[in-house]
């Protein structure tokens, strides 16, 4: 079956951080994720594990998800962009190439109504799609 994607597709992030903003949700950090924030941060912020968790995750499953318990939903690591961009979870560094926006063209198309990214810029070709997508949790 022909996916809508297969001659590619336009993303460009425009750094808007409406994908960490507004609803809230789960940003998840595998276990080794985690241990390459914690580092991130020990470095940059002068944090321990244990601050790192009081501060900014909250427990899920096996790991920790972001704090996003704000009034409008940001995530605890956007402040006008991503303060741990280098470390962001896998979650983040796949969007918008999750397997739930890519099971058609209209969940593709009503994610781009929130993302000005989508459907602009750089093409990326269906195979770099495919390895994206299936390394996606979404």
């Keep these: ?63 920790y998800t972001a704090r996003d318990d704000f009034e409008d939903g940001h995530c605890v690591f956007y402040d006008h962009g991503c303060t741990v961009y280098d470390v962001r979870p896998s979650q983040c560094r796949d969007f918008p190439f999750w397997r739930c926006q890519l099971k058609n063209e209209k969940a593709w198309q009503d994610a781009a109504k929130s993302c000005p990214g989508m459907n602009r810029g750089r093409l990326w070709s269906a195979d770099e799609i495919c390895a994206i997508a299936a390394n996606s949790r979404i």
């Design 1 to 63: 079956m022909k996916q809508f994607w297969e001659d590619g597709l336009r993303f460009s992030c425009q750094q808007c951080g409406r994908c960490c903003c507004g609803e809230p949700g789960i940003v998840y950090f595998s276990p080794e994720e985690f241990d390459r924030l914690v580092a991130f941060l020990g470095k940059t912020r002068q944090l321990g594990r244990e601050k790192i968790i009081a501060e900014y995750m909250k427990p899920w499953r096996d790991s």
